[in-house]
C-alpha cells in the first residue's frame, strides 16, 4: 500500500511511495506526529539520480524487518534536495561540522522540534568497512533517546547554538580588486594539474564556474596563463569518458583524476553551465572543439532533457537496466570490443577501438571501456568515424535507457535559456533560441505568481509546493537577462527586473548587505542557510551579485549596482584564499573592474543587415559582463536605446563604460575592437 509520499510532486519522492516504511514528506504534522508520539524524528535527504541513495533505498527502505522497526520507533521523514536546498543545506550544515564530511544520501536524526543530534550519510545493511549497520544505528539511537533523553537534548541544543553562531564574516565589503583577483589566479595556478587539467585529485568536477572566471581574466588583463588553464582543462574534459563521445553532454563528475570514468548521472545544471563555457571558449578562441562541444552540449539537452512542456528536466539517472533486468551504473554508455563489432563489423570495430579507447581489458568494469577521444598521430578519416559514431548511437538507442527526473527546477532552467540563448546567437542556431524563450515562457507562466514570486519546482505542468530560494531568482533572472541581449525582447529585462528586486527586498541584509538563501518570509528552519560558495553550480549569493550588476548596467539603476557590490565583499575574502569554491564571484568581479560595459546597438528594424551584423559583434565581443540591447532608435524596449539615434542614416553601436562613452560607430571592425580593448 502507498505511504503519504504517494501525493508528491518530486519523481525522487515518488521513488519512495511504495516503500514499506511509512514516509512522511517535510511537514509541520510530521513533527507533530513526532512531539504525539515522542518519537525522534530520522530525516533521509537524498535525489533521484543519486546512486547510493537507491542502494540504501534497496538496501533497508524496501526492507520489511527494517521498515517495521522504523514505523514503530520513529517518525521517517523523506525530502528530495532539490525541491528543498534549504532543508539540505541546514542540516548539511550540521552533518559537516560533526563529521567533516558529508554527502549523499544524507542520515540525520532530528527531535520533534528539528534540532539534529545524530548525524551520517549512507549505512549498508550489515556491518562493513568499520560502519555500522543501519539497524544498529537505529536501535542505538533509540536507544539513547529512551535510556539518555536530557543528553540527547542537550548536544541537539549545542549543536543548534553552533550553527547560530555560524554567521558569515566577510571582511570590508568591499569589491575585489586587480590585487585579490591577481592572488586568486594564483592560487588557481597552484591547484592546477597541468598534465590533465583541471584542480586537485579525485574526485574531479568540471570546474565550470572557475573556467569563467579564467576567461573573463583573460579577456580583461591579456593573461595568457589563464586562457591557457582554462583551453587546456576544456580540452581533456571534452576528450576524457566524462564526455559522452556519441550522444553529447557531461557527466557529473569523474571517479580519477584523467576524466577517464565518470559517475555516469548527467546533470542539467553541468550541461547548461559547460554549454556556455565551451561557447564562450569558441568566442575568445575560434577553437574548433569548444564551438563542437557547445552545440553537441546544448543539442543533448534540448533533446534529452527538454519536456513536454518547454522546461528543462534535472536529470538522468547514472544506472539503467544492463539488458538482464539488473540495475547497473553506466550499463547505457559503456561498450566492450564484443559489442563494437556487433554492431559495426570486424573492420570498424577495429577503428571504433583505436578512435574511442577500447581495450579488451576495459577501463571501466567487467573489461567494459568508456569512450573516450584519445590523442592519436596519424590521419583520421572524418566520414568513416562520423559514421562509426552515428551507428554507434543508434545501437545505444535501443538499450534501456537511464531514468529520467522530470521535474523542473527554476534555478536551473535559468542557467539553461543562458546557455541555449547565447549557443543559438553564436552559431546561427535560431531553434536553440527559441528552444530558451519557450522554457523562459514556461517560468513566468507556471512559477511566477503576481507578485514575481517564484515557484522553485514544477512537473508535468503543474507548479510545486516550495517557494523559490536565493539560487532560483539570480539563476532566473541572469537567464532573463541574456535572453533579452540576444533577442532585443524588452519584456525579460522587466522580467528579471521583478526577480531582482525581490532580491533586494527579501533576500538581502539591509544593514550588512549579505545574502540569505532563503527568503525573510519564508519558512523558519533551525538556521537561515546562508552559503556564498560555489558547489555543483554558481551560489545564490555570486549568482545575485552578477544578476543585480548586469541589471544595472542596463537601467543604470544605483541601488541595484551598490548591492552587487557589496554582496562581492565576500568575494574580497574568499577569493585569494579559495578560488577554486567561488569562481562565479570572482567572474562577476572581473565584470566589476571592466564596467561591465554597456552596448546599444540601433539600426531601423530587427532584420536590417547592418544591425543584425552590429549586433552579432556586440554579443561576440569578450568584455567581462557586457551587457547587449539592440532595437529601432527610440525604443522604449530598453533605457540603453534612449537619445541613440542612426549614425547618418547608418545602424549603430554605442559603447559605454564608467559614466563615459565611446564615439558611436558604424563599423563592424571598429565595434569589435572596442569590445577587445
Known amino acids: 500500500m502507498p505511504n503519504r509520499l504517494a501525493h508528491e510532486t518530486s519523481p525522487y519522492l515518488l521513488q519512495h511511495a511504495d516503500n514499506p516504511v511509512d514516509w512522511w514528506p517535510w511537514s509541520e504534522e510530521a513533527f507533530e506526529e513526532a512531539r504525539k508520539r515522542n518519537v525522534p524524528v530520522l530525516l533521509s535527504i537524498g535525489y533521484s539520480s543519486c546512486h547510493w541513495c537507491h542502494v540504501m533505498a534497496h538496501e533497508s527502505f524496501e526492507d520489511q524487518e527494517t521498515a517495521e522497526y522504523l514505523n514503530a520507533h520513529y517518525v521517517s521523514v523523506k525530502v528530495d534536495r532539490e525541491e528543498r536546498p534549504d532543508v539540505d543545506a541546514v542540516y548539511m550544515e550540521a552533518v559537516q561540522a560533526a563529521t567533516g564530511q558529508g554527502g549523499w544520501p544524507m542520515t540525520v536524526f532530528l527531535t520533534p522540534d528539528a534540532e539534529p543530534f545524530y548525524f551520517g550519510t549512507y549505512f549498508p545493511p550489515a556491518p562493513r568497512q568499520g560502519m555500522p549497520s543501519f539497524r544498529q544505528v537505529l536501535q542505538g539511537v533509540h536507544q539513547a533517546w529512551d535510556e539518555r533523553r536530557d543528553e540527547v537534548t542537550e548536544v541537539a541544543g549545542k549543536i543548534v547554538r553552533d550553527l547560530a553562531g555560524r554567521e558569515i564574516s566577510y571582511g570590508d565589503a568591499q569589491t575585489p580588486g586587480e590585487e585579490e583577483l591577481a592572488q586568486a589566479l594564483l592560487g588557481l595556478t597552484r591547484e592546477y594539474d597541468p598534465q590533465r587539467g583541471g584542480f586537485g585529485g579525485a574526485p574531479k568536477f568540471p570546474p565550470s564556474m572557475v573556467l569563467e572566471f579564467l576567461l573573463r581574466h583573460h579577456a580583461r588583463t591579456g593573461a595568457e596563463g589563464a586562457l591557457q588553464m582554462a583551453s587546456d582543462t576544456c580540452e581533456r574534459m571534452a576528450r576524457g569518458g566524462i564526455y559522452d563521445q556519441l550522444g553529447g553532454g557531461f557527466a557529473r563528475y569523474s571517479v580519477d583524476r584523467d576524466w577517464v570514468v565518470p559517475h555516469f548521472e548527467k546533470m542539467l545544471y553541468d550541461n547548461a553551465l559547460l554549454c556556455r563555457v565551451y ?399
Open 279 to 677: 561557447a564562450h571558449l569558441w568566442r575568445a578562441t575560434g577553437s574548433e572543439l569548444a564551438r563542437r562541444v557547445a552545440l553537441e552540449t546544448a543539442d543533448f539537452m534540448v533533446r534529452e532533457l527538454r519536456t513536454n512542456e518547454g522546461g528543462f528536466a534535472s536529470a538522468l539517472d547514472a544506472d539503467s537496466d544492463d539488458g538482464t533486468g539488473k540495475h547497473v551504473e553506466g550499463a547505457y554508455y559503456v561498450w566492450t570490443p564484443e559489442q563494437l563489432r556487433e554492431v559495426l563489423g570486424e573492420q570498424d570495430a577495429d577503428l571504433a577501438a583505436r578512435h574511442f579507447g577500447v581495450t579488451e581489458e576495459g577501463t571501466f568494469e567487467e573489461g567494459a571501456s568508456v569512450l573516450q577521444l584519445p590523442v592519436r598521430d596519424g590521419f583520421v578519416d572524418a566520414g568513416k568515424v562520423a559514421s562509426v559514431r552515428e551507428r554507434l548511437l543508434a545501437a545505444r538507442s535501443e538499450r534501456p535507457a537511464p531514468g529520467r527526473d522530470d521535474k523542473v527546477v527554476a534555478a536551473w532552467n535559468g542557467l539553461a535559456i543562458a546557455a541555449l540563448a547565447e549557443t543559438g546567437a553564436y552559431f546561427d542556431r535560431p531553434d536553440l533560441v527559441e528552444a530558451a524563450v519557450a522554457a523562459a515562457d514556461l517560468l513566468v507562466r507556471l512559477h511566477l505568481d503576481e507578485q514575481a514570486r517564484l515557484t522553485r519546482t514544477s512537473k508535468d505542468g503543474h507548479a510545486g509546493a516550495n517557494a523559490g530560494v536565493l539560487e532560483d531568482y539570480a539563476d532566473v533572472a541572469e537567464g532573463f537577462l541574456a535572453l533579452a541581449s540576444v533577442t532585443g525582447e524588452g519584456v525579460w529585462l522587466e522580467f528579471a527586473g521583478f526577480l531582482v528586486d525581490h532580491v533586494l527586498a527579501r533576500f538581502t541584509d539591509p544593514e550588512s548587505g549579505s545574502l540569505y538563501d532563503t527568503a525573510a518570509d519564508a519558512e523558519r528552519l533551525i538556521r537561515r542557510p546562508q552559503d556564498p560558495t560555489d558547489n555543483a553550480a554558481p551560489s545564490g549569493w555570486s549568482a545575485a551579485a552578477g544578476a543585480l550588476l548586469g541589471y544595472a548596467a542596463h537601467t543604470g539603476s544605483e541601488p541595484h549596482r551598490t548591492a552587487a557590490e557589496k554582496a562581492l565583499g565576500v568575494v574580497k575574502a574568499l577569493g585569494p584564499r579559495v578560488p577554486r569554491f567561488i569562481g562565479w564571484g570572482l567572474a562577476v568581479a572581473e565584470a566589476v573592474l571592466d564596467g561591465p560595459r554597456e552596448v546599444a546597438v540601433v539600426g531601423p528594424s530587427l532584420d536590417d543587415e547592418g544591425t543584425r551584423s552590429l549586433h552579432r559583434t556586440a554579443l561576440l565581443g569578450t568584455a567581462p559582463g557586457a551587457v547587449v540591447a539592440v532595437g529601432v532608435p527610440e525604443s522604449e524596449e530598453f533605457p540603453l536605446l534612449s537619445d541613440r539615434p542612426l549614425v547618418g542614416g547608418e545602424p549603430a553601436a554605442y559603447v559605454c563604460r564608467n559614466f563615459t562613452c565611446d564615439a558611436p560607430t558604424t563599423e563592424v571592425d571598429r565595434l569589435r575592437a572596442v569590445l577587445s580593448d
